[in-house]
């Protein structure tokens, strides 16, 4: 359990500094060849490292929630603790991500926009 939340940790890290990389140099005047091939680079890099930061972190920290969980797998000291509550963050800003893409889809979908 340790290793996957640092394992999803380090993927979120990498999303965001291939993102912040990629995305450095694009600005209103980058010409469109260029930002698509930026959208491209985001795709194919950044993007699905944090849909294996969510798969990894999101169900592994729900687990964790429990405090027998957390002693069964060694969550007791100040490290591991500030590690989890990072990951929670995060966790629950993906399920935020994900709760208002389905609820902008479903309003889409049903006309409501």
């Known amino acids: 359990m340790r290793s996957t939340q640092v394992i999803g940790l380090l993927f979120a890290l990498g999303a965001f500094l291939l993102g912040s990389w990629i995305l450095g140099g694009v600005d209103s005047e980058t010409p469109a060849s260029a930002g698509a091939g930026a959208f491209f680079g985001l795709m194919i890099s950044a993007i699905p490292c944090i849909i294996i930061s969510a798969i990894l ?57």
Request: include cysteine.
């Open 57 to 113: 972190l999101v169900p592994s920290s729900i687990q964790l929630l429990s405090g027998k969980t957390r002693r069964i797998h060694g969550f007791n000291n100040k490290k591991w603790q500030l590690l989890l509550l990072i990951n929670l963050v995060i966790s629950f800003g993906y399920v935020c991500i994900i709760t208002f893409i389905i609820f902008t889809y479903i309003r889409v979908k049903l006309g409501l926009m």
